[in-house]
């Protein structure tokens, strides 16, 4: 999941994205093993933070992300929220929550709907496994 391109970085953050939302595989195992605890998975939406500030020397394409950074994202603590309504609303497990306006990077909290590929259940018992490997920590679940 590492990109050492920064030509390459979005492709790795939507492929990042796409892993931390693959694990609904937590909640089947919950579930299955007769658990009332809840998985949900949530983004912040595009946020303010230094997150986006590159490290070298500056380029044009740097000033237009800044200035769209500047207009479209929103601030930390609203950032927030869609975490916050993830981890408390009485939402169910497997859930993804979200922002609720523009192309849910920014706004109000709400559940959003997944891609297909972010609902695969092979997929995710795949990324699990994967997990499982890379880390060297084996899930009693």
Partial sequence: MRSRSHATRAA???RSFLATVGHAELQRRL???GSD???T????GLVATDLYNRAGPRRPA????AVAIRLLAQGADHGALPVLYAAVAAIPGNSFAGPSHSAHMRGAPELIDRSAAAQDPDLARRLWTVSEQLTGIRSRI
Avoid: F, G, I, K
């Fill in 12 to 14: 790795s953050t939507c």
């Fill in 31 to 33: 579930t299955a093993t």
């Fill in 37 to 39: 605890a809840l998985a």
């Fill in 41 to 44: 998975a949530a983004h912040p």
């Fill in 62 to 65: 740097d000033l237009l992300w």
